[in-house]
C-alpha cells in the first residue's frame, strides 16, 4: 500500500530558526514529490517539485531534497518567518495519482 | 497561468437534499480532473478522477451514486452530492491538470459543505 507520512505533526518555532519538516514515503517507484503550504480553511499553493531523477530543488529560503531509495523528503525552511505558519503537505505522485501526508503543522512566533 | 476555481466556496444545506460543487480550469484546458476530500487535520484523500468525456474513475470505498462527477468540457467538472447527510460535511478540493502542463496538478480553493 502507498502510504505517506510525515513528521512532525505539529511543530512551534521562534521567528528566525531554521526548521526541516520530514516526509518519507513506502512505495519508493515514484514519478515526483511536491511540497504544498495550506492556510487553514484554504486550498493548497504548489511550493517545490521535485522530479524522481533529482536529488533536491530550492526557491528562496525553501530547500526540499528527495532519497528515493530510502523513501525520504526533508523541506528545510530557512530563517523562518510568522507568515510561514501554515500546514505544510508532502504528496508523492504515482502515475497521475497524488497520495497526500496529513502535514505538518507549522507556527512560527514573532 | 493554470488558476484553477471553486463555486461556491462555502455551502450549508439541510439533510437529505443535493449540492453541486463547480470547478473550472480558467486559463488553460484541463484533460483531468481531480476531486479530494479533506477532513479536519487530516491529508487529502482522492475521491475520484474524471477525464473530459468520459466517466469518472472512483477510489475504492466512494460511492459513485453518491458523489456524481461530471467533465463535460475541457475547463470544467462537477460533484454533485447527493442525499447529503451530517457525514458528508467535510472540505472538497479539486484540481486539474493538462498535456500541456506535463500533467501537473492545479488546485483550486476549496469548497467548505457543511450539512445540518
Known amino acids: 500500500k502507498q502510504e505517506v507520512t510525515q513528521i512532525p505533526a505539529a511543530l512551534s518555532v521562534p521567528e528566525g530558526e531554521n526548521l526541516v519538516l520530514n516526509c518519507s514515503f513506502t512505495d519508493s517507484a515514484i514519478y515526483n514529490l511536491q511540497w504544498f503550504r495550506q492556510d487553514p480553511g484554504k486550498g493548497l499553493t504548489s511550493l517545490l517539485l521535485i522530479q524522481s531523477s533529482q536529488r533536491e530543488q530550492t526557491s528562496g529560503r525553501l530547500n526540499a531534497s528527495l532519497d528515493k531509495s530510502s523513501g525520504r523528503s526533508t523541506l528545510y525552511i530557512a530563517a523562518s518567518q510568522p507568515g510561514d505558519s501554515a500546514t505544510y503537505l508532502c504528496a508523492v505522485e504515482y502515475g497521475n495519482k497524488l497520495v497526500f501526508g496529513a502535514g505538518t503543522i507549522l507556527r512560527v512566533k514573532s | 497561468g493554470a488558476v484553477v476555481s471553486q463555486h461556491p466556496s462555502r455551502v450549508i444545506c439541510k439533510s437529505g437534499t443535493s449540492v453541486k460543487i463547480e470547478c473550472r480550469s480558467l486559463?488553460?484546458?484541463?484533460?483531468?480532473m481531480f476531486w479530494y476530500r479533506q477532513f479536519p487535520k487530516q491529508s487529502l484523500m482522492l475521491m475520484a478522477t474524471s477525464n473530459e468525456g468520459s466517466k469518472a474513475t472512483y477510489e475504492q470505498g466512494v460511492e459513485k451514486d453518491k458523489f456524481l462527477i461530471n467533465h463535460a468540457s475541457l475547463t470544467l467538472s462537477t460533484l454533485t452530492v447527493t442525499s447529503a447527510h451530517p457525514e458528508d460535511s467535510s472540505f472538497y478540493i479539486c484540481?486539474?491538470?493538462?498535456?500541456?502542463?506535463?500533467?501537473?496538478?492545479?488546485f483550486g480553493p476549496g469548497t467548505r459543505l457543511t450539512v445540518t
Open positions: 484540481s486539474a491538470s493538462s498535456l500541456a502542463g506535463a500533467y501537473e496538478q492545479y
Open positions: 486559463d488553460f484546458q484541463a484533460t483531468t
